[in-house]
C-alpha cells in the first residue's frame, strides 16, 4: 500500500518520542503534588489529561517538521499515542472502555496530532526558507 511506503518511519519515532518524553516530564511533578499533598489521584485527572493532549501536539508538531507530510504524521503519531493510552486504560479500567468514547478519543488524538504535524511542517518551512535566503526578519518587513 502506498500510504504505509511513504510513512517516514524516523519521524514518526522521533515524534512519538517526543511525546511520551513531554507526558513524563509532566506526570513526575504530578506525581510529587500527590505524595507531598496528600491529595487524592482524582484531583490529578484534569491536569493529566490536558498534559496528554498537550503531548499529543508536541509530538505531532515534532513529527511535522521532520516529515514532507506534516499532517499525515501528526495524525499517524496521534493515533498511534491513542492507542498505547487506549491499550493502558484497558487494563486498568476495562469497565470505562465504551464504543463511542473509544472512537471519540481516537479522533481527538488524531485530530490534534493533525493540527501538531501541520504547524510543525509549516515550522520548518519557515525555517528552511529563512536560512535559504540568509536573514531572520518577517518577509513584509522593510
Not at 33 to 41: N, S
Not at 68 to 84: D, I, K, Q
Amino acid at each position: 500500500m502506498k500510504l504505509f511506503r511513504r510513512l517516514n518511519y524516523r519521524a514518526l519515532f522521533k515524534g512519538v518520542l517526543a511525546g511520551v518524553l513531554t507526558w513524563a516530564a509532566g506526570v513526575v511533578p504530578a506525581a510529587v503534588w500527590v505524595l507531598i499533598d496528600d491529595a487524592p489521584a482524582t484531583d490529578v485527572s484534569r491536569y493529566l489529561a490536558v498534559l496528554f493532549w498537550f503531548a499529543v501536539f508536541v509530538a505531532g508538531v515534532r513529527a511535522g517538521e521532520k516529515s514532507r507530510a506534516g499532517g499525515v504524521h501528526g495524525a499517524w503519531v496521534g493515533m498511534l499515542m491513542g492507542l498505547g493510552v487506549l491499550l493502558l486504560r484497558g487494563v486498568l479500567a476495562p469497565s470505562s472502555m465504551d464504543l463511542l468514547s473509544v472512537l471519540s478519543f481516537q479522533a481527538m488524538a488524531m485530530l490534534i496530532g493533525t493540527a501538531g504535524g501541520t504547524c510543525g511542517h509549516n515550522l520548518a518551512l519557515a525555517a528552511r526558507n529563512r536560512s535559504a535566503r540568509g536573514q531572520a526578519r518577517l518577509p513584509n518587513t522593510p
